[in-house]
């Protein structure tokens, strides 16, 4: 499993806080893995994704996300 997040800090004194919690859009994510994948989907949702292989690298592309997904590659 890869775990993406994002949270960008704004500096408030001495204190880093964060705000807002943009979306991001199309985040490509590669992992090397030599086993043959069987599955990739997101959670929470279980959203199905669409893998690539290039050797023994795996690549899929994360339509959004907010704050964290996880992306998990079933094996």
Known sequence: MAH???????QRGRAQVIE???TLANVP???RL????RDV????????????RRGDAVRVV???????VGVVFEY
């Open 20 to 22: 807002d919690l943009p």
């Open 29 to 31: 994510v590669e992992v």
């Open 41 to 52: 989907y997101l959670v929470p949702g279980k959203r199905r994704l669409k893998p690539t």
């Open 4 to 10: 993406l997040l994002y949270g960008p800090p704004i």
């Open 62 to 68: 994360v339509p959004s996300f907010n704050c964290h």
């Open 34 to 37: 030599p086993e043959e994948v």
